[in-house]
């Protein structure tokens, strides 16, 4: 099967720095990517990991280790606007993403 | 760029009605479309994944003669949910990818309601 899983929910007050972590198995590996999903809204791009290592996007950070099957998004000097959740996607074969089950961060003053 | 649109945006419908969601990338050409079904806080799932004049291929478990999925042209995929009942209730999202890039576009997706 091939499942990614996220802690459900991530807790963090404004200004601070948080990680959300995903840990994947799948059948056929071609990179992780990274969206963020407001309620009732369309998941947006974030960034995407091919290799392994860091990449960096203004306050958001993504990393892969494929041989620890691991990533994580760093989000940091977070703001109120940042409450949302977020997804980490596998791509595999044909194109496809494979959904992470998503995580529930909550920005607080 | 990179834009694509849904409509309807909402849609309530009776149980054994049929409702089409169309899917249009809006400034790119889509080498590819993918229809998601996402549950209140749940994650995406994927349906199936339509070619231009391809049949589209569904995900495992997902029923082909309920979802019926066309992809008539380069800017357009529709799904059609027939004989829709109330578990059909969920949040369609559309996306679509351009050959020859990774990322995929996502459509600001459909409420579906069904009473």
């Known amino acids: 099967g091939q499942s990614l899983e996220q802690p459900s929910e991530v807790t963090a007050v404004e200004g601070a720095i948080v990680q959300i972590n995903c840990t994947y198995q799948t059948s056929g590996f071609y990179g992780l990517s990274w969206y963020q999903q407001h309620d009732g809204g369309a998941p947006t791009f974030l ?34 606007k940042d409450s949302a959740s977020y997804f980490c996607a596998a791509h595999t074969g044909f194109q496809k993403l494979v959904f992470g089950t998503g995580t529930r961060l909550l920005v607080s003053p | 760029g990179a834009v694509v649109s849904q409509h ?33 806080k749940q994650s995406l799932m994927l ?49 679509a990818r351009e050959d020859p890039g990774y990322e995929q576009y996502f459509g600001p997706g459909t409420r579906l309601t069904v009473t």
């Open chain 1, 47 to 80: 960034s995407y990991n091919a290799l392994d290592g860091l990449e960096e996007t203004g306050r958001f950070s993504s990393f892969l280790s494929r041989s620890d099957s691991y990533g994580y998004l760093l989000l940091q000097e977070l703001q109120m």
């Open chain 2, 8 to 40: 309807p945006s909402w849609v309530i419908c009776k149980s054994g009605t049929s409702v089409k969601i169309e899917c249009r990338s809006l400034d790119f050409q889509a080498t590819t479309m993918f229809w998601y079904r996402q549950f209140p």
């Open chain 2, 47 to 95: 349906m199936a994944t339509s070619n231009e004049g391809s049949k589209a291929t569904y995900e495992q478990g997902v029923e082909k003669d309920k979802f019926l999925i066309n992809h008539a042209s380069l800017t357009l995929s529709t799904l059609t949910v027939t004989s829709a009942h109330p578990e059909d209730s969920s949040f369609y999202i559309c996306s």
